[in-house]
């Protein structure tokens, strides 16, 4: 079988540490630990990919983490636009994985949808990143540096609003890296993005989901639902024969969340297989007591798909049944569907022409 571990770095990635690691690092090359907030200063928010560039630091001290330590940057970054200003950021690894993040522009908010994984194992029948199977695990680095990257890609007045782990791979698969890369990315001395503003989507990996609850760190939780009940969802997403409905919604009811603070469950919309008035009072019932809201999302077409995107009148009208319910349910706009960039449709392969690269962006 193919290794589905990241390649470790020859010398430790100081991307790749939370403070408290970043802290320990520098007390074994004998540096006071206040030093790790200034290395991470330049790490993470400055974004420098050379000890040299940290000018606050004795010189000694750069030149021993350039010894001891490397800093990585995602290589062969190529730069998608659509025309409603969504961006795909896509990479070409060392080892030729290839990963993708979007830049989804709203009237209010910007968000960035990271990968986790090179590709999915989690197999589900809608989703295009499922058809290559697992490639790899994105090692914390690997995550981490693709909200770096976005940030440089930003155009004057643009600030990133809103994070979500929800473009390739399934986050709670590359638990470890997934946790750790989380750490970096909430801590104020590091990124410091607010946890608030961050939501990590699941296909439903029970245990998962409740170790993840007990990590305290208190972001957001979105859980991919897809259907009404455990024939259909087992139809389309195969995890669910592992762990049904019933044992999936008991730890989102056990969830620790934060007060304030609810459940988000997906709902992709396939023309004729879960789209009924019925499924949608199937769905609420399901739903019925637990603090949460419903992201509809019509399905992104792709080529050889097995489905089809319901109308907007079948779509608006699986949303008034949740609304009659009480819920709040939202319709999932899909940007960027013209680059493949939109929900589901993300993989290896680059997009289908006719897109727009836009090659003054592309480095490395
Ligand atoms: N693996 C995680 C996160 C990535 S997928 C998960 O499954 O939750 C993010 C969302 O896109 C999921 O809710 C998934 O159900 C949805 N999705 C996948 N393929 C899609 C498609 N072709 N059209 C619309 N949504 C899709
Ligand atoms: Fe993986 Fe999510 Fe796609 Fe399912 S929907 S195959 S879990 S990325």
């Known amino acids: 079988m193919a290794n589905i571990f990241p390649p470790s770095p020859a010398v430790p990635d100081l991307k790749d540490l939370p403070l408290a690691q970043l802290q320990a690092r520098l007390a074994d090359l004998g540096v006071e630990g206040y030093r790790a907030r200034q290395v991470a ?15 606050d630091l004795p010189k000694a ?42 830049l989804i522009r709203e009237p209010t908010r910007l968000t960035l949808c990271l990968s986790t994984q090179a590709g999915c194992r989690i197999g589900c029948a809608f989703c295009l990143t499922a058809k290559g199977g697992l490639r790899r695990h994105l090692r914390p680095a690997e995550i981490v540096d693709q909200i770096i990257q976005a940030r440089k890609q930003l155009e004057p007045g643009e600030r990133l609003t809103n ?63 897809n259907a009404p009940d455990d024939a259909i969802r087992s139809q389309l997403m195969p995890i669910n024969k592992r762990w049904p409905i019933s044992e999936l919604l008991s730890a989102c009811r056990e969830y620790p969340l934060p007060s304030g603070r609810r459940i988000t469950f997906e709902y992709v919309l396939l023309a004729g297989v879960n789209d009924r008035p019925a499924h949608a009072e199937q769905v609420a019932r399901l739903l019925t007591g637990l603090r949460c809201k419903v992201n509809l999302i019509p399905f992104n077409e792709f080529p050889g798909a ?54 003054t962006a592309a480095i490395g």
């Open 306 to 359: 097995a489905f089809q995107r319901p109308s907007p009148e079948t779509v608006q009208r699986f949303q008034a049944i949740l609304l009659d319910h009480h819920f709040t349910a939202t319709v999932r706009e899909s940007r960027g569907r013209e680059i493949g960039a939109a929900c589901g449709q993300l993989a290896e392969r680059a997009p289908l022409p006719p897109f727009a690269l836009d090659t």
């Open 61 to 102: 001290l750069r030149q021993a983490l350039e010894q001891q330590s490397q800093i990585t940057q995602l290589p062969g970054l190529e730069v998608y636009r659509a025309s409603d200003g969504t961006r795909k950021l896509r990479y070409r690894l060392d080892d030729q994985a290839v990963i993708e993040s979007v």
């Open 41 to 55: 200063r330049w790490v993470f928010k400055v974004g420098v990919t050379h000890m040299s560039d940290m000018t």
């Open 163 to 225: 994070l979500v782990l929800m473009g390739m791979g399934e986050p709670l698969d590359n638990y470890r890296h997934t946790v750790q890369a989380l750490r970096i990315i909430t801590h104020p001395d590091a990124v410091g993005f607010a946890p608030r503003r961050i939501t990590v989507s699941t296909s439903g990996l029970v245990p998962a989901i409740r170790a993840f609850g007990a990590e305290g760190l208190r972001v957001n939780l979105a859980v991919s639902l």
